[in-house]
């Protein structure tokens, strides 16, 4: 799959990235109605896998979710961002490097008005690179916003705390080791649906292209 149009953003002077993926796009319906219909019969319970409604990391799993856009469109395309990610890092290590995906893992936070509060601080270590797509926000650009948590002490120069505002449509992709959190959405006007990933890497020594 393409990557494409990769905007890089700031959030107290570390790189995140932002990507539309209109590849997800017809499918926001059919994903809002599939976890309104899990929660609706019980299937995703309030704080069983998480803090409010959220599934299990199985969501690249096709024999859990058969629906194959989760794998083959989300999934691959946050692989191949990735990828694009680490190879054009700005840090020299001295040597060629090759980066090889050794694990991809999904799951959906729900987040509605009622059941989602303040939710804990929290990193996804040993992950390399984490992403969100956002197939629905809670629809106030004052509420459910993605927050960062500044790695260094506060300073005058950086705040504590820092955020993006999501858009359906768009990923984020961030370091994992960055503490963050969705923010309270008491007044949603619409469930907030963030697709969640984690991609693990490992670096080794490019092989010498043949002459």
Sequence with gaps: ??????????????????????????????????????????????????????????????????????RDVLGEFFVETCRQILMHSPVEVGFPVEWNNTLTMGWALIQTSDNLGEQPWHAHVPATLSGCYY???????????????????????????GQLTPKAGNMIIFPSFLRHRPGPSPEATQTRISLCLDSYWTPSVAKAADT
Aim: with cysteine.
């Design 1 to 70: 799959m393409t990557v494409r149009d990769i905007r890089s953003v700031e959030v107290f002077g570390l790189p995140m990235w932002e990507i539309e993926l209109p590849e997800m796009h017809a499918h926001n319906d059919a994903i809002i109605a599939l976890f309104a219909g899990m929660i609706d019969s019980g299937e995703i319970k309030a704080n069983a896998h998480g803090f409010g409604y959220q599934t299990p990391s199985t969501l690249m799993d096709q024999s859990v979710f058969p629906q194959t856009y989760f």
């Design 135 to 161: 197939v629905s926000t809670c629809g106030r650009e004052d509420q459910g916003n993605f927050e960062f948590m500044n790695p260094t002490a506060e300073n005058y120069f950086q705040p504590a705390q």
